[in-house]
């Protein structure tokens, strides 16, 4: 039997978002959403899409940080351009997809993809990190309980997975895992490129950097949700806002389900009906987020892509 190529598994996944989306606009009434889109405040969307945007740039940094410290070194415009590339696949479980970098340093830069591969599980790790910094601290004004469960939940996966990487069995560990991907099947747990680069990314000096800035990072997309529930007519203040959005992306992120959808949706209806939401308010705010931030930030990925397979033909047509 044939395997389904990843430009097919991507666009079935596209498909399944449309649909799954679709039929929730029906439950909760779809009339009541399409009032609710006339109604809304539309110049609150250019400062969403400006911060958001700065919001990844300062992502591409701390990617660009990784790599210099592995002895990548790129610009900051290359850095911007690779980050971009990478949320294409920002609908894969986990963000997992975004392996496809390695494969643009590897044609662009010539190095080896055991050599930047940790940087993709890097990245998620600090995501997860900031993440759980800011639940944790909204925590101290609003205890809410599926908060705190997550943030309990994260806290072990999070000592699990530094403990595994610190003991150098990453590989080992999830070697059937990697030879699912195409790219990574050939990749040994011996390899002393990946064991170097992972070492790298999780020294004490490099975790402390590398959290405080993917911190700034999501407080500031935080800020953007803030101005997306605003768009709607809510507002929660800052901090009820980042709790009740950063708590709905810890449990789809856990969930590893492909952009976390059904789960992501499902947290976020619940906590805004505890506040006395109407559903169909809720339904729209949060197709609108989806649209913003995962849609937004894919359609910019693949455009990225775009640019950086047409930087690579014309580099190899120059050689």
Known sequence: MKPVS???????????????????????????????????????????????????????LLQRFLLHNIGIKISKKE??????SGLSMLI?????????????????????????????FAERFYDLVAI?????????????????????????????IYLVIKNLKFTKTFQPVLNKIRL?????????????????FFQTRIIIISSFIAIVAFLLEGVTMYLGFLTFGIDLGY??????????????TISFIPGGVGVLEGTFTKLMLKDGFDISLITSLII?????????????????????M????KSNQLT
């Not at 850095?79 to 971009?84: I, M, R």
């Not at 479980?93 to 993709?120: D, E, M, N, R, T």
């Open 6 to 60: 990843l430009r097919n598994k991507l666009v079935i996944t596209i498909i399944l978002f449309v649909l799954f989306y679709a039929l929730l606009a029906i439950y909760s009434d779809i009339d009541k959403i399409k009032t609710n889109y006339q109604n809304i405040n539309l110049s609150y969307v250019g400062p969403m899409l400006g911060i958001l945007l700065g919001s990844m740039f300062l992502r591409s």
């Open 132 to 160: 759980v910094v800011v639940v944790l601290f909204t925590l101290i004004f609003y205890r809410v309980l599926e908060s705190a469960i997550i943030v309990f939940i994260s806290c072990i996966l999070l000592v699990v």
């Open 184 to 200: 990574l099947r050939n990749l040994s747990d011996t390899d002393s490129e990946f064991k170097f680069s992972l070492e790298k």
């Open 79 to 84: 850095s911007y351009l690779l980050f971009l």
């Open 288 to 308: 609108f987020i989806r649209i913003v931030t995962m849609w937004f930030a894919t359609a910019l990925g693949f455009v990225a892509t775009y640019f950086t």
């Open 92 to 120: 894969t479980p986990g963000g997992a997809g975004q392996v496809i970098k390695s494969h643009f340093i590897q044609k662009k830069y010539g190095y080896s993809i055991s050599k930047s591969l940790p940087l993709v």
């Open 239 to 252: 901090i009820k806002t980042f709790q009740v959005y950063y708590t709905s992306v810890l449990f789809g």
């Open 310 to 313: 047409s930087d690579k033909k």
